[in-house]
């Protein structure tokens, strides 16, 4: 299981963290096109939208969307 930070846009407080089995390079392939498209069209995907496309393209993969992760400073 891999935490990734998923930052699609310059404001901070939009980035989200994906709990999943999916590699860098799957969760790439089906974002990356997405913020693309709404950089060059000018429209904007919610978080949601984007675990949605996610989940579709890989049905059978762990993807839960968390909008905070927890850190343990010891």
């Known amino acids: 299981m891999n935490i990734f930070r998923i930052n699609t846009s310059a404001w901070q407080e939009e980035d ?14 089906v974002i990356q096109p997405m913020v693309e498209y709404e950089r060059e069209n000018e429209m904007m995907y919610d978080n949601e939208e984007y675990l949605n496309a996610l989940q579709e393209k ?5 993807i839960e969307m968390h909008q ?3 850190v343990l400073n010891f």
């Open 58 to 62: 890989y049905p059978r993969s762990v």
């Open 16 to 29: 989200f963290y994906l709990m999943t089995s999916l590699t860098e390079e799957k969760i790439k392939k």
């Open 68 to 70: 905070y992760i927890e």
